[in-house]
Protein backbone atom coordinates (compact mmCIF):
# COMPACT_ATOMS: atom_id res chain seq x y z
CA UNK A 1 0.00 0.00 0.00
CA UNK A 2 1.51 3.16 -0.97
CA UNK A 3 1.19 6.85 0.62
CA UNK A 4 -0.35 9.21 -1.01
CA UNK A 5 1.63 11.98 -2.85
CA UNK A 6 0.51 15.62 -3.60
CA UNK A 7 2.60 17.57 -6.41
CA UNK A 8 4.33 20.52 -6.05
CA UNK A 9 4.42 22.48 -8.88
CA UNK A 10 7.87 24.67 -8.23
CA UNK A 11 8.05 27.65 -10.89
CA UNK A 12 11.33 29.27 -11.92
CA UNK A 13 13.75 27.11 -8.97
CA UNK A 14 15.78 24.05 -9.32
CA UNK A 15 17.82 25.20 -11.89
CA UNK A 16 21.50 23.60 -12.05
CA UNK A 17 19.59 21.39 -8.76
CA UNK A 18 19.81 17.79 -9.29
CA UNK A 19 16.64 16.32 -8.04
CA UNK A 20 16.99 12.31 -7.27
CA UNK A 21 14.54 10.11 -8.33
CA UNK A 22 13.20 7.81 -5.73
CA UNK A 23 10.87 4.94 -6.51
CA UNK A 24 7.45 6.56 -5.79
CA UNK A 25 7.69 9.76 -7.17
CA UNK A 26 7.95 11.21 -10.90
CA UNK A 27 9.29 14.59 -10.83
CA UNK A 28 9.39 15.77 -13.90
CA UNK A 29 11.18 19.01 -15.57
CA UNK A 30 10.35 21.59 -18.64
CA UNK A 31 12.01 24.60 -18.55
CA UNK A 32 12.25 26.82 -15.39
CA UNK A 33 9.23 24.49 -13.58
CA UNK A 34 10.30 21.57 -11.72
CA UNK A 35 7.49 19.21 -9.97
CA UNK A 36 8.35 17.84 -6.61
CA UNK A 37 6.08 14.97 -5.30
CA UNK A 38 6.40 14.71 -1.67
CA UNK A 39 4.21 12.60 0.93
CA UNK A 40 1.63 13.94 1.72
CA UNK A 41 2.16 13.65 5.50
CA UNK A 42 5.59 15.12 5.46
CA UNK A 43 4.53 18.06 3.43
CA UNK A 44 4.39 20.17 6.51
CA UNK A 45 7.30 19.28 7.81
CA UNK A 46 8.88 20.79 4.89
CA UNK A 47 7.43 24.61 5.62
CA UNK A 48 9.61 27.20 5.09
CA UNK A 49 9.07 29.48 8.07
CA UNK A 50 9.61 26.30 10.28
CA UNK A 51 12.55 24.90 8.92
CA UNK A 52 13.99 28.25 9.00
CA UNK A 53 13.36 28.54 12.88
CA UNK A 54 14.44 24.69 13.72
CA UNK A 55 17.63 24.88 11.90
CA UNK A 56 18.42 28.53 10.77
CA UNK A 57 17.56 30.75 13.84
CA UNK A 58 20.33 29.94 16.35
CA UNK A 59 22.81 31.89 14.34
CA UNK A 60 20.34 33.85 12.18
CA UNK A 61 18.09 34.93 14.77
CA UNK A 62 14.12 34.34 14.83
CA UNK A 63 13.93 37.81 12.95
CA UNK A 64 16.72 36.53 10.52
CA UNK A 65 19.13 39.48 11.16
CA UNK A 66 21.91 37.72 12.58
CA UNK A 67 21.70 37.84 15.88
CA UNK A 68 20.36 34.38 17.18
CA UNK A 69 21.75 33.21 20.77
CA UNK A 70 24.61 31.24 18.82
CA UNK A 71 25.88 34.32 16.99
CA UNK A 72 27.85 36.02 19.55
CA UNK A 73 29.91 32.29 19.47
CA UNK A 74 31.06 32.38 16.19
CA UNK A 75 34.00 34.48 15.09
CA UNK A 76 32.07 35.32 11.83
CA UNK A 77 28.90 37.27 12.61
CA UNK A 78 25.86 35.16 10.87
CA UNK A 79 24.44 37.74 7.64
CA UNK A 80 21.49 39.42 8.00
CA UNK A 81 19.29 37.40 5.65
CA UNK A 82 16.71 40.38 5.55
CA UNK A 83 19.36 42.46 3.53
CA UNK A 84 20.10 40.16 1.01
CA UNK A 85 17.86 42.40 -2.04
CA UNK A 86 19.76 45.69 -0.69
CA UNK A 87 23.17 43.78 -1.12
CA UNK A 88 22.34 42.88 -4.61
CA UNK A 89 21.01 46.02 -6.13
CA UNK A 90 17.39 44.75 -5.17
CA UNK A 91 17.11 41.72 -6.77
CA UNK A 92 16.71 38.78 -5.12
CA UNK A 93 19.10 36.48 -6.20
CA UNK A 94 17.81 33.35 -5.96
CA UNK A 95 20.54 30.68 -7.46
CA UNK A 96 23.24 32.97 -4.93
CA UNK A 97 20.85 31.90 -2.01
CA UNK A 98 20.11 28.27 -2.61
CA UNK A 99 23.14 27.59 -3.06
CA UNK A 100 24.81 29.38 -0.71
CA UNK A 101 22.68 27.14 1.38
CA UNK A 102 23.79 23.60 -0.27
CA UNK A 103 27.17 24.60 0.45
CA UNK A 104 28.20 26.12 -2.60
CA UNK A 105 28.60 29.79 -1.76
CA UNK A 106 29.55 31.91 -5.27
CA UNK A 107 31.99 33.64 -3.19
CA UNK A 108 34.03 30.23 -1.93
CA UNK A 109 33.36 28.43 1.23
CA UNK A 110 31.19 29.89 3.92
CA UNK A 111 33.20 29.54 7.21
CA UNK A 112 30.35 28.85 10.22
CA UNK A 113 27.51 28.15 8.21
CA UNK A 114 27.12 24.85 7.73
CA UNK A 115 26.33 22.89 4.53
CA UNK A 116 22.76 22.47 4.71
CA UNK A 117 22.21 20.10 1.64
CA UNK A 118 23.54 16.61 3.06
CA UNK A 119 21.90 18.17 6.80
CA UNK A 120 18.34 18.51 4.59
CA UNK A 121 18.68 15.01 3.45
CA UNK A 122 19.33 13.32 6.54
CA UNK A 123 16.45 15.23 8.06
CA UNK A 124 14.23 14.13 5.16
CA UNK A 125 12.60 10.96 4.09
CA UNK A 126 13.30 11.50 -0.03
CA UNK A 127 15.46 13.53 -2.05
CA UNK A 128 12.24 15.17 -2.99
CA UNK A 129 11.26 16.06 0.86
CA UNK A 130 15.00 17.55 1.02
CA UNK A 131 14.19 19.46 -2.22
CA UNK A 132 11.34 20.95 -0.74
CA UNK A 133 12.54 21.81 1.90
CA UNK A 134 15.29 24.01 0.35
CA UNK A 135 12.46 25.47 -1.88
CA UNK A 136 10.87 26.87 1.05
CA UNK A 137 13.69 28.33 2.90
CA UNK A 138 14.83 29.79 -0.45
CA UNK A 139 11.04 31.21 -0.82
CA UNK A 140 11.05 32.06 3.00
CA UNK A 141 14.14 34.12 2.82
CA UNK A 142 13.29 35.91 0.02
CA UNK A 143 9.52 36.75 1.69
CA UNK A 144 11.33 38.29 4.73
CA UNK A 145 13.60 40.56 2.35
CA UNK A 146 13.52 44.48 3.35
CA UNK A 147 13.41 46.79 0.37
C1 LIG B 1 26.14 27.73 13.02
C2 LIG B 1 25.58 28.99 12.65
C3 LIG B 1 24.70 29.06 11.41
C4 LIG B 1 23.57 28.35 11.13
C5 LIG B 1 22.88 27.32 12.01
C6 LIG B 1 23.10 28.81 9.84
N1 LIG B 1 23.94 29.76 9.35
FE1 LIG B 1 23.75 30.78 7.58
N2 LIG B 1 25.50 31.75 7.93
C7 LIG B 1 26.22 31.68 9.10
C8 LIG B 1 27.35 32.59 9.04
C9 LIG B 1 28.36 32.82 10.13
C10 LIG B 1 27.29 33.22 7.77
C11 LIG B 1 28.24 34.30 7.24
C12 LIG B 1 29.23 33.78 6.26
C13 LIG B 1 30.30 32.81 6.75
O1 LIG B 1 30.02 31.83 7.46
O2 LIG B 1 31.46 32.97 6.34
C14 LIG B 1 26.11 32.66 7.10
C15 LIG B 1 25.70 32.98 5.82
C16 LIG B 1 24.50 32.58 5.25
C17 LIG B 1 24.04 32.97 3.93
C18 LIG B 1 24.80 33.83 2.91
C19 LIG B 1 24.32 35.25 3.05
C20 LIG B 1 24.94 36.18 2.04
O3 LIG B 1 24.37 37.26 1.87
O4 LIG B 1 25.99 35.85 1.45
C21 LIG B 1 22.81 32.41 3.75
C22 LIG B 1 21.89 32.54 2.54
C23 LIG B 1 22.51 31.65 4.95
N3 LIG B 1 23.55 31.78 5.84
C24 LIG B 1 21.33 30.95 5.15
C25 LIG B 1 21.15 30.06 6.21
C26 LIG B 1 20.01 29.16 6.31
C27 LIG B 1 18.84 29.11 5.35
C28 LIG B 1 20.21 28.42 7.43
C29 LIG B 1 19.36 27.28 7.96
C30 LIG B 1 19.09 26.19 7.06
C31 LIG B 1 21.46 28.86 8.03
N4 LIG B 1 21.99 29.86 7.27
C32 LIG B 1 21.97 28.35 9.22
C33 LIG B 1 25.97 30.86 10.18
C34 LIG B 1 24.94 29.96 10.28
Not at 34 to 63: L, M, P, W
Amino acid sequence: MSTPTKPFVVAGVILGLAVGVSAQSVPTSSPGVTVVQVNAKRVATCDGRANFEQYCASCHGIDAKGRGPAARALPTPPADLTLIVVRHSQAFPETYVRESIRGNHAGGPLHEMPEWDRVLRSVSTSDQEATLRLVNLVRYIESIQQR
